[in-house]
Structures are given as structure tokens and as C-alpha cells.
């Protein structure tokens, strides 16, 4: 099994694997290497070549032809697609049979809909947070892991 944590930019994953101790075996994870995303525009002069004030206007204050509607949302979708690329490709070579997710909830319902259908019908669980930046144990802690050395 693995643990794929997702928000815009960025992607980490874990493999749950057997800690053989003296007196029983628990999950732990352990992370692994995951391809770096491409970087979002930082700057809108960095998506758009139009400077400030440029746009042709009618007079009326607010009142701005050509402005860039929709911009925010359009690079915000591109994120998601690459995500759902990045795990599309992870789950697969991974060859799992059931995987977990942790997306923050803005994003989660659209980044599971652009995922292919046999890596969606593998996701066991699917948690409405941002664990991106949350320690292993803290990670380990939010999933449920004590019946998925098996999976």
C-alpha cells in the first residue's frame, strides 16, 4: 500500500512497510522519491504579456476590456491535472492493489474526478486535509495502517 499527500505544487508519497520488532509487527512508512511537479507562475506577468494598464478601457472606472477573467482558476486547474497525472503514474508503477490519499479539501473532489478510473477504484481511503507538511508519525497517526500490511 501507499500514501500519496497532494496539494497545488507539490506531492509526497509513502510505502507502508512491515517494522519487525521482538515482540510484534507494526506499519510504518517510509517515504519515497516522487518526481517533482512543474512549477505554477508565480507572477501573473509570468502567464500573461500584457502589461498593467495596458488593456483598452471605455471610460467607466472598473469598466476594462481584455482583463485576464479566470486566470486564477485556469492555472489552479492545470495543478490539478498535473496531480492527478503524477498519481495516475505513481499508483500504476507501483503496481498496488489499494492506496490512500490526503488532499486539503478545496481541491480534493476535482483532483479524485481527473484521476483514471482503475487508479480510483484502488483508493481505499481519502482524507480532506493538507498533511503535505505534517511529520511521518503525525502522517502514520491519521491513516488507519494496522490491517494494511496485507494490501
Known sequence: MIIIL????????FRVVANVNQTE????LKEMEVAALP????????????????????GSPGA???EAHGLALEQ??????????????LV????????ALAAPQPI?????EALDSEVCDRLAQNLK????????????????LRDRLSL
Do not use: H, M, Y
Not at 480534493?108 to 479524485?112: D, H, S, T
Open 25 to 28: 509487527v507494526r506499519p510504518v
Open 6 to 13: 497532494a496539494d497545488l505544487g507539490s506531492i509526497r508519497a
Open 64 to 66: 476594462v476590456s481584455g
Open 129 to 144: 486535509t493538507n498533511l503535505g507538511k505534517q511529520s511521518v508519525l503525525e502522517i502514520q497517526e491519521r491513516f488507519d
Open 39 to 58: 512549477e505554477p507562475p508565480q507572477r501573473l506577468g509570468e502567464t500573461v504579456s500584457d502589461q498593467a494598464g495596458r488593456f483598452r478601457s471605455d
Open 92 to 99: 500504476k508503477s507501483e503496481g498496488v492493489e489499494k492506496w
Open 76 to 89: 489552479e486547474r492545470r495543478c490539478i491535472v498535473d496531480l492527478a497525472d503524477a498519481i495516475n503514474s
Open 108 to 112: 480534493n473532489a476535482r483532483l479524485v
